[in-house]
């Protein structure tokens, strides 16, 4: 098993830009599949974006498309979602995931096909 630790959340206003964490602890990252997802209140969690075992591959949701940018540095064991042009429908709890399940170099970017989950980071901004 791995444990996810996420960090980097705060109060940034919109049109601005954040970089979140995700430090693995008891494995190395290149043996998962790693995602990052969002939960806004009374809202289902939202795939955000994902990385293959790999490192290549990324994927992004819709709504992140061309803001948003996941990567990882295995030195460090963290990967990493950098946001830039946030928005206000950006606010909401970022969780990392990793998956240890899957080809090498495929993706993941459903909550069920991540077995390992960090407690969360609350990211708001602020019109």
């Known amino acids: 098993q791995v444990q996810l630790v996420e960090s980097g959340g705060e109060l940034v206003q919109a049109g601005g830009s954040l970089r979140l964490s995700c430090a693995a602890n008891?494995?190395?990252?290149?043996?998962?599949?790693m995602g990052w997802f969002r939960q806004a209140p009374g809202k289902e969690r939202e795939f955000v974006a994902a990385?293959?075992?790999?490192?290549?591959?990324?994927v992004y949701g819709d709504s992140v498309k061309g803001r948003f940018a996941i990567s990882r540095d295995t030195a460090k064991n963290t990967v990493y979602l950098q946001m830039n042009a946030m928005k206000p429908e950006d606010t909401a709890v970022y969780y990392c995931?990793?998956?240890?399940?899957?080809?090498?170099?495929?993706?993941?970017?459903?909550?069920?096909?991540?077995?390992?989950w960090g407690q969360g980071t609350q990211v708001t901004v602020s019109s």
């Open positions: 995931a990793a998956s240890d399940s899957g080809a090498y170099y495929s993706t993941r970017t459903q909550v069920y096909e991540y077995n390992n």
């Open positions: 990385i293959s075992r790999s490192g290549d591959f990324p």
């Open positions: 008891g494995r190395t990252i290149s043996a998962y599949a």
